[in-house]
């Protein structure tokens, strides 16, 4: 069963399809590196496609994914940057598809590469031009991964741990404020009912002392 991406929830409301393939690549990234090259070079040949359909540049018969990503840069409608992710991963999937190859450490560069480009797309296309990704979360690592690669795993857990821990401490900060202010305005509510009952009592005990000095005149 597929399960949730960490790293490409953003485009799955909008770019359904787009999410599914990322989400297949992440999925076969610990126990095949091969086919986990071979969708996310699915995934930016679609996302071209996708970038040419929204800056509307009609597609060309028999256009290969090459000549595409051609048109695309000479039309200036991707960035440098993202040109030269796209051919990254075109080159990566190709091998892996006619080749066959494909290792664990060029799945996870694959990954990491395929989400800086949907982060860009996401803020280009996707009316979000201020999203905040956060840090790119490593998937589950192969069953013996080499000791490079484990390495770098781990750098990326001990990322986002740390940022989890700021996110946790923000939290729990904003939580305590929230707690502060709750019991600021408790305490002023009690302080302005507590007023108006001692004003109550008061008009109540002046009342009452009118009444007794009335009868004590009364009775002079």
């Given amino acids: 069963m597929l399960g949730k991406s960490a790293n490409f929830g953003f485009l799955e409301k909008d770019a359904a399809q787009l999410y599914r393939l990322a989400a297949l690549a992440e999925h076969y990234f610990p126990t095949d590196a091969n086919t986990c090259l071979f969708k996310l070079r699915q995934f930016a040949e679609l996302l071209a496609q996708e ?60 990954l990491k590469m395929a989400r800086e480009l949907a982060v860009w797309f996401h803020r280009a296309f996707g009316g979000a031009a201020d999203f905040k990704a956060g840090p790119f979360t490593p998937p589950r690592p192969p069953p013996d991964p080499a000791d490079e690669l484990r390495a770098e795993l781990a750098t990326l857990s001990a990322a986002l741990a740390a940022t989890q821990t700021e996110s946790e401490k923000a939290r729990a900060e904003a939580e305590a404020r929230a707690r502060a202010l709750l019991a600021a305005e408790e305490r002023a509510r009690k302080e302005a009912d507590d007023r108006v009952l001692w004003e109550q009592l008061a008009q109540e ?13 009364g009775l002079q």
């Fill in 51 to 110: 970038v040419a359909a929204r800056t509307n540049r009609l597609p060309v018969a028999d256009e290969t994914f090459a000549d595409l990503l051609r048109r695309l840069r000479y039309d200036r409608a991707v960035p440098r940057e993202a040109g030269e992710l796209f051919h990254q991963l075109r080159v990566l999937g190709n091998s892996a598809a006619h080749d066959g190859a494909g290792t664990h450490a060029e799945a996870l560069f694959a």
């Fill in 205 to 217: 005990s002046d009342d009452q002392l009118r009444r007794v000095s009335a009868e004590l005149a």
